[in-house]
Antibody, heavy 120, light 110 residues
Framework: EVQLLESGGGLVQPGGSLRLSCAAS????????MSWVRQAPGKGLEWVSAIGGSDGRTYYADSLRGRFTISRDNSKNTVYLQMNSLGAEDTAIYYC?????????????WGQGTLVTVSS | QSALTQPASVSGSPGQSITISCTGT?????????VSWYQQFPGKAPKLMIYDVSNRPSGVSSRFSGSKSGNTASLTISGLQAEDEADYYC??????????FGGGTKLTVL
């Protein structure tokens, strides 16, 4: 059974940083691209970033303006999201998700999400 | 890349069929078949329902189907059931590996 467990969320002040982690199990982690998708309270889904499985190529939403960095450690079956210069607009539930059957970032498996709140 | 356009809400009675549209442009939805659909219940993570416009992942009910015409993709739910009441999102993956979601549609089963 595929399991994704996010951690690292919490309350952070504006301008601060946070590192999210997503521990994966139940599948061949290195064989799949992984993504982060966020959802602001009461709002829709927003794709944040993705990283290739074996090649580690990274992709980002243009709206992030270079503030976030995605990485992965295939030896630990974990994907990370380093978030810097956080603002109120980054307040959201952050989900990690696996690539799906099409291997074109159709997100087949999702974690339960971790809440990031940016507030003073 | 602009968000895809979905109706804010749709409704239907049990047993009926409903369709949720997802409108893009000829540069995204109209030009490629990388459209997915997700179902999300309040407080829960989304669930993949359709990928590549019309394919269902294993375990998804055959009452859910996807299609595309021109720049608009559609999700159809037939034999509507109370348990289908949820939010539905479409997404598109571009050739440069970026994903855009639609704004979401709230489905109400009357």
């Amino acid at each position: 059974e595929v399991q994704l467990l996010e951690s690292g969320g919490g309350l952070v002040q504006p301008g601060g940083s946070l590192r999210l982690s997503c521990a994966a199990s139940g599948f061949t982690f290195s064989g799949y691209a992984m993504s982060w998708v966020r959802q602001a309270p009461g709002k829709g889904l927003e794709w944040v970033s993705a990283i290739g499985g074996s090649d580690g190529r990274t992709y980002y939403a243009d709206s992030l303006r270079g503030r976030f960095t995605i990485s992965r450690d295939n030896s630990k079956n974990t994907v990370y999201l380093q978030m810097n210069s956080l603002g109120a607009e980054d307040t959201a539930i952050y989900y990690c998700a696996t690539d799906g059957p099409s291997r074109k970032l159709d997100f087949e498996h999702w974690g339960q999400g971790t809440l990031v709140t940016v507030s003073s | 890349q602009s968000a895809l356009t979905q109706p804010a809400s749709v409704s239907g009675s049990p047993g009926q069929s409903i369709t949720i549209s997802c409108t893009g442009t000829s540069s995204d939805v109209g030009g490629y078949d990388y459209v997915s659909w997700y179902q999300q219940f309040p407080g829960k993570a989304p669930k993949l329902m359709i990928y590549d416009v019309s394919n269902r992942p294993s375990g998804v009910s055959s009452r859910f189907s996807g299609s595309k015409s021109g720049n608009t993709a559609s999700l159809t739910i037939s034999g509507l059931q109370a348990e289908d009441e949820a939010d539905y999102y479409c997404s598109f993956t571009s050739s440069d590996t970026r994903v855009v979601f639609g704004g979401g549609t709230k489905l109400t089963v009357l």
